[in-house]
């Protein structure tokens, strides 16, 4: 049982450069979620996932894509890097309301 | 919309006590109480739900004041092992996916 995984683990960009974070979860939650972390600002959400086929906007939601493959993948993708996106990337899911969020082991991306 | 947490970092004696507040502007639903360590993801601790339950986990607990929209997570007779940034993330409701928000984090080092 993997819980969330993340691909890749580090990745350096240059700027104008695009790419793809991959997440799978093997938990059958019906959320899933994209968060950044920076030092000093916490967690905070970019996109969010509540069911297959459904997606919205976060906090930071600019500069980003994702899609909601099927129940188990969401993909989030940067079009054009910018160094204000050097960030850590989290993939969560999550399930009942009553459950906490399940983290996958982080992207760290640095962009110059 | 984010959580005030306090105190921002700590330094314990193995044995001692320690507490970590969050609070909120807003009328919660839930608090949630996360562990990082170094360079991990984020592991879920405990969530409070509305209606004041204190909740414990081993030597860990917490209580949530629905009242004054506030939440305090306990850690009694510390461990190594506890070193590490505590982050809450408060919701205002069930199933409000992008209403969700963590904490700036509280480093909690415990040293022998």
């Known amino acids: 049982n993997a819980g969330v995984t993340q691909t890749p683990k580090f990745q350096v960009l240059k700027t104008g450069q695009s790419m793809t974070l991959q997440c799978a979860q093997d938990m059958n939650h019906n959320s899933m979620y994209w968060y950044r972390q920076d030092p000093g600002m916490g967690l905070r959400l970019i996109y969010y996932?509540?069911?297959?086929?459904?997606?919205d906007k976060g906090e930071v939601p600019n500069g980003y894509n994702v899609s909601r493959l099927n129940k188990r993948e969401f993909s989030l993708r940067l079009e054009s890097a910018a160094p204000s996106q050097t960030s850590v990337y989290f993939c969560a899911s999550r399930d009942r309301t009553s459950y906490g969020y399940t983290f996958g082991s982080g992207t760290r991306l640095t962009v110059v | 919309q984010q959580p005030v947490q306090s105190p921002q970092a700590v330094i314990l004696r193995e044995g001692e006590d320690a507490v970590i507040n969050c609070s909120s502007s807003?009328?919660?639903?839930?608090v949630h109480w996360y562990r990082q360590k170094h360079g991990e993801a984020p592991v879920f601790l405990m969530i409070?739900?509305?209606?004041?339950e204190q909740k414990g986990h081993e030597k860990i607990s917490a209580s949530f004041n629905e009242k004054k929209q506030q939440s305090s997570l306990y850690l009694t007779a510390s461990q190594l092992s506890y070193s590490g940034t505590y982050f809450c993330g408060t919701e205002e409701g069930p199933n409000t996916g992008n209403q969700f928000y963590f904490g700036t984090g509280t480093s909690l080092t415990v040293i022998p």
């Open positions: 996932s509540a069911s297959e086929g459904t997606t």
């Open positions: 807003k009328a919660l639903y839930s």
């Open positions: 409070l739900l509305k209606g004041g």
